[in-house]
T-cell receptor, first 113, second 116 residues
Framework: AQSVAQPEDQVNVAEGNPLTVKCTYS??????LFWYVQYPNRGLQFLLKYITGDNLVKGSYGFEAEFNKSQTSFHLKKPSALVSDSALYFC???????????FGSGTRLSIRP | EAGVTQFPSHSVIEKGQTVTLRCDPISGHDNLYWYRRVMGKEIKFLLH????????ESGMPNNRFLAERTGGTYSTLKVQPAELEDSGVYFC??????????????FGNGTRLTVT
């Protein structure tokens, strides 16, 4: 069975500091991994994905994520946080044999000025 | 292009009543997904259409939920009769290519359902 874990309900970071939002997964076969962001009263927006190739994936708004197969992780990172990055972030995974994408419980990122 | 639209944005109904949620995907998108998020928990998969066919409905909680996608365009999700635990935000998402499940999902703004 597929599963995604986001161990932190909330992450607090000062503006200008680097940020990391953690995600671990479990799937059969090779994983396809995604990050989405949700702003208040809006739907989720796609940030980036890992399908194959380079373990470091770059996405929208300066975000990147690193795929680590041995640790089954796909942490979201940004070198310098902005207040406007404050939002709810969801990690998602799909296994090669499945068509559905499974989401985690979300991590609320709060960037203080 | 117009995004994924969901109607209504909010619905408050009493236990035992019926509610129908609608999703209009982006035109030309073959894949349509329904998800639900109960407060503070994961976004739970409900089902996946490829055009008018149900590809995977393993997440549908029980037979009180009925999803349709007639003609492979818009989709409806009916809850009948509604129970308290059905409360949550129902998201619809679509993506472009049939058979290509790694295309990014485009989400609607969700329908917030409250069952009292």
């Amino acid at each position: 069975a597929q599963s995604v874990a986001q161990p932190e309900d909330q992450v607090n970071v000062a503006e200008g500091n680097p940020l990391t939002v953690k995600c671990t997964y479990s799937v059969s076969g090779n994983p396809y991994l995604f990050w989405y962001v949700q702003y208040p009263n809006r739907g989720l927006q796609f940030l980036l994905k890992y399908i194959t190739g380079d373990n470091l994936v770059k996405g929208s708004y300066g975000f990147e994520a690193e795929f680590n197969k041995s640790q089954t992780s796909f942490h979201l990172k940004k070198p310098s946080a902005l207040v406007s990055d404050s939002a709810l972030y969801f990690c998602a995974v799909r296994g090669t044999s499945a068509s559905k994408i499974i989401f985690g419980s979300g991590t609320r990122l709060s960037i203080r000025p | 292009e117009a995004g994924v639209t969901q109607f209504p944005s909010h619905s408050v109904i009493e236990k035992g009543q019926t509610v129908t949620l609608r999703c209009d995907p982006i035109s030309g998108h073959d894949n349509l997904y329904w998800y639900r998020r109960v407060m503070g928990k994961e976004i739970k998969f409900l089902l996946h259409f490829v055009k008018e066919s149900k590809q995977d409905e393993s997440g549908m909680p029980n037979n009180r939920f009925l999803a349709e996608r007639t003609g492979g365009t818009y989709s409806t999700l009916k809850v009948q009769p509604a129970e308290l635990e059905d409360s949550g935000v129902y998201f619809c998402a679509s993506s472009q290519h049939r058979g290509e499940f790694n295309s990014p999902l485009h989400f609607g703004n969700g329908t917030r359902l409250t069952v009292t």
